[in-house]
C-alpha cells in the first residue's frame, strides 16, 4: 500500500517525551492508493521534420517513431493509449488540442509521457521556450507552442506521473532547478519529471539516418534494460552521461516548476 511513516515528538507538562509512530496512506482525492498494476500508461509522441518554413530535421520523426515502438512492445504502454502526431498532422492546433484532452481523459491512477523531437526556439525578450510546430512561420512567435503553455496543461492533468520528454534547442526553460535521491517508495508520491536534450542551447539532430545523440541514448538505454522496472532517474542520469560525454550538449533531467510534483517517479515497467 501506499503507506508513509512519521514519528512525532511530544512532550507532556513534566517534559516527559513520549514518540509515536503513525502510518499515513498516500491517498487520492477520490480515496484510492495509486496501484502501478491498475494504472494506464498514456503517450503522446511529437515528431517534425519536414517543416514549411523552417530547415528541414534530420530525423525526428525516426526517432518519434522508434520512441512509439520500443515503448508499446517492451514496455507497458498499450497501443490503444498511444497518439502518435508526425509531419503534418503536428499542427500548432493538433499538439494544443491533443495535450489539452489529457485533462478530461487521464485519472489520478494514471501516467502520461510526452516526447517532442523537433526545432524548439527561445525569445529572449520574455524569456520564454517554444516547440515549433510543422506549421509555424519562420519570424512569428504568435505560431509557435509556447513552454509556458504546455506547463499549464500538465499542471491540469490529474495524473499520478507525468513525463515530459523534449529534444529540442532550448527545452531547458521549463525546469525547477532541485535534485532528490532515489527512495524504494517513490512510485505512491505525486510526479510532474521533465527530460530535455540541451539547456538554452543548440542541439544536435544528428546526421541522416541515425538516431539524434540525446534519443539514441534514450533509447539505449531503456533497450539494454533488464530489470523488471526502472524509474526515471535512472533513465535521466544515463542520458544526461552519456550525451554529455559525446557532445557538446548537456541535458537537463529534474522535476518541473510549479505543476504539482510531490517527490515521486514515473517507472517503466517491462511486459512479461
Same mark, same amino acid.
Given at each position: !500500500? +501506499? &503507506? /508513509?511513516?512519521? /514519528?512525532?515528538?511530544?512532550?507532556?507538562?513534566?517534559?516527559?517525551?513520549?514518540?509515536?509512530?503513525?502510518?499515513?496512506?498516500? %491517498?487520492?482525492? #477520490?480515496?484510492?492508493?495509486?496501484?502501478?498494476?491498475?494504472?494506464?500508461?498514456?503517450?503522446?509522441?511529437? +515528431?517534425?521534420?519536414?517543416?514549411?518554413?523552417?530547415?528541414?530535421?534530420?530525423?525526428?520523426?525516426?526517432?518519434? %517513431?522508434?520512441? /512509439?515502438?520500443?515503448?508499446? /512492445?517492451?514496455?507497458?504502454? #498499450? =497501443?490503444?493509449?498511444?497518439?502518435?502526431?508526425?509531419?503534418?498532422?503536428?499542427?500548432?492546433?493538433?499538439?494544443?488540442?491533443?495535450?489539452?484532452?489529457?485533462?478530461?481523459?487521464?485519472?489520478?491512477?494514471?501516467? @502520461?509521457?510526452?516526447?517532442?523531437?523537433?526545432? !524548439?526556439?527561445?525569445?529572449?525578450?520574455? =524569456?520564454? !521556450?517554444?516547440?515549433?510546430?510543422? #506549421?509555424?512561420?519562420?519570424?512569428?512567435?504568435?505560431?509557435?507552442?509556447?513552454?509556458?503553455?504546455?506547463?499549464?496543461?500538465? &499542471?491540469?492533468?490529474?495524473?499520478?506521473?507525468?513525463?515530459?520528454?523534449?529534444?529540442?534547442?532550448? =527545452?531547458?526553460?521549463?525546469?525547477?532547478?532541485?535534485?532528490?535521491?532515489?527512495?524504494?517508495?517513490?512510485?505512491?508520491?505525486?510526479?510532474?519529471?521533465?527530460?530535455?536534450?540541451?539547456?538554452?542551447? *543548440?542541439?544536435?539532430? !544528428?546526421?541522416?539516418?541515425?538516431?539524434?545523440?540525446?534519443?539514441?541514448?534514450?533509447?539505449?538505454?531503456?533497450?539494454?534494460?533488464?530489470? #523488471?522496472?526502472?524509474?526515471?532517474?535512472?533513465?535521466?542520469?544515463?542520458?544526461? %552521461?552519456?550525451?554529455? &560525454?559525446?557532445? &557538446?550538449?548537456?541535458?537537463?533531467?529534474?522535476? @518541473?516548476?510549479?505543476?504539482?510534483?510531490?517527490?515521486?517517479?514515473?517507472?517503466? *515497467?517491462?511486459?512479461?
Amino acid at each position: !500500500g +501506499g &503507506e /508513509t511513516g512519521i /514519528t512525532i515528538e511530544a512532550k507532556d507538562v513534566n517534559q516527559n517525551i513520549a514518540l509515536r509512530k503513525f502510518t499515513i496512506e498516500r %491517498k487520492n482525492a #477520490d480515496g484510492s492508493v495509486y496501484d502501478p498494476g491498475e494504472a494506464k500508461n498514456y503517450l503522446l509522441v511529437i +515528431g517534425v521534420d519536414s517543416y514549411k518554413s523552417w530547415p528541414v530535421l534530420n530525423n525526428a520523426v525516426a526517432d518519434a %517513431k522508434a520512441v /512509439t515502438e520500443l515503448l508499446t /512492445t517492451k514496455y507497458k504502454f #498499450d =497501443s490503444a493509449n498511444v497518439t502518435l502526431l508526425t509531419n503534418d498532422d503536428a499542427t500548432r492546433f493538433n499538439i494544443y488540442q491533443s495535450l489539452r484532452t489529457y485533462i478530461e481523459k487521464v485519472s489520478s491512477n494514471d501516467n @502520461l509521457l510526452i516526447y517532442y523531437s523537433g526545432h !524548439g526556439f527561445f525569445d529572449k525578450l520574455l =524569456s520564454e !521556450g517554444y516547440w515549433v510546430p510543422v #506549421d509555424a512561420e519562420s519570424n512569428d512567435v504568435s505560431s509557435y507552442v509556447p513552454n509556458s503553455q504546455i506547463l499549464k496543461i500538465i &499542471e491540469n492533468i490529474n495524473s499520478q506521473h507525468t513525463f515530459l520528454v523534449a529534444d529540442a534547442c532550448f =527545452s531547458g526553460s521549463l525546469f525547477a532547478s532541485t535534485t532528490r535521491g532515489y527512495t524504494e517508495h517513490v512510485e505512491k508520491y505525486k510526479s510532474r519529471w521533465g527530460l530535455a536534450s540541451g539547456r538554452l542551447e *543548440y542541439v544536435s539532430d !544528428g546526421s541522416l539516418g541515425k538516431n539524434s545523440p540525446f534519443a539514441q541514448s534514450f533509447l539505449e538505454f531503456l533497450k539494454n534494460n533488464n530489470d #523488471d522496472k526502472v524509474a526515471v532517474s535512472d533513465l535521466v542520469q544515463y542520458v544526461k %552521461k552519456k550525451v554529455t &560525454e559525446l557532445n &557538446e550538449q548537456t541535458p537537463v533531467g529534474n522535476p @518541473l516548476k510549479g505543476v504539482g510534483d510531490e517527490g515521486g517517479e514515473f517507472v517503466f *515497467y517491462k511486459r512479461n
